[in-house]
Structure formats: structure tokens, C-alpha cells
């Protein structure tokens, strides 16, 4: 069974940092590709990030330069920096392998607000 759990979101003022971890089990992490998706209150998910197995990494343009997004494939882990945080950051964020979103977790709310 495939489970996805995320961690490390809050409040945070604007400007500030979070990491945001996201513990998998259930398939071959190592090899998949790891992705990050957000939703904000009242809109549709959002792809943010991807991570592939050889750690070629992808972010939409919006998140470019304030986001990274890495993997520690012995603790079957991948992880999302944010840096400068904004407002419109303010999301639940969820992990998943390759884009299968119907396999995301709880997810983990970031609230960016001062």
C-alpha cells in the first residue's frame, strides 16, 4: 500500500523559510520520479515540483529561484524548501509519486501571513 505522509508546514511571516518533508513507503522510491502539488483555499490543485531518480529537478515558474526540492533516497524522503515566502504561497502542499495525485497524502498546511 502506497503512503505518502507530509510534514513541516506552519505560519510563517513573509520573507520566511520552511522545509517541508514527505516520508513515502509502499513502492520503489529510489526509483520514482517525487513531486510536489499545492492547493490553495478555493482553487484546483497546482503542480509545484519534481524530483527524477538521477535528481534532475523541475519547478513551475512562480516557485523558480525560492523553491528547492531534493531527495534522500536511503530515508525515502523527499523534501521542499521554500524560501521567501509569500502570501500567495498559503497552501495545503502534497507529495506523490510522478504526478498520481489520487496517491497524496494528508498534506500540510503553510500559512504565509504576518
Known amino acids: 500500500e502506497v503512503q505518502l505522509v507530509e510534514s513541516g508546514g506552519g505560519l510563517v511571516q513573509p520573507g520566511g523559510s520552511l522545509r517541508l518533508p514527505c516520508s513515502a513507503s509502499g513502492f520503489t522510491f529510489s526509483s520514482s520520479v517525487m513531486s510536489w502539488a499545492r492547493q490553495a483555499p478555493g482553487k484546483g490543485l497546482e503542480w509545484v515540483s519534481s524530483?527524477?531518480?538521477?535528481?534532475?529537478?523541475y519547478y513551475a515558474d512562480f516557485v523558480k529561484g525560492r523553491f528547492t526540492i531534493s531527495r534522500d533516497n536511503p530515508k525515502n524522503t523527499v523534501y521542499l524548501q521554500m524560501n521567501n515566502l509569500k502570501p500567495e504561497d498559503t497552501a495545503v502542499y502534497y507529495c506523490?509519486?510522478?504526478?498520481?495525485?489520487?496517491?497524496r497524502g494528508q498534506g500540510t498546511q503553510v500559512t504565509v501571513s504576518s
Open positions: 524530483i527524477y531518480s538521477d535528481g534532475v529537478t
Open positions: 506523490a509519486p510522478g504526478r498520481s495525485w489520487g496517491l
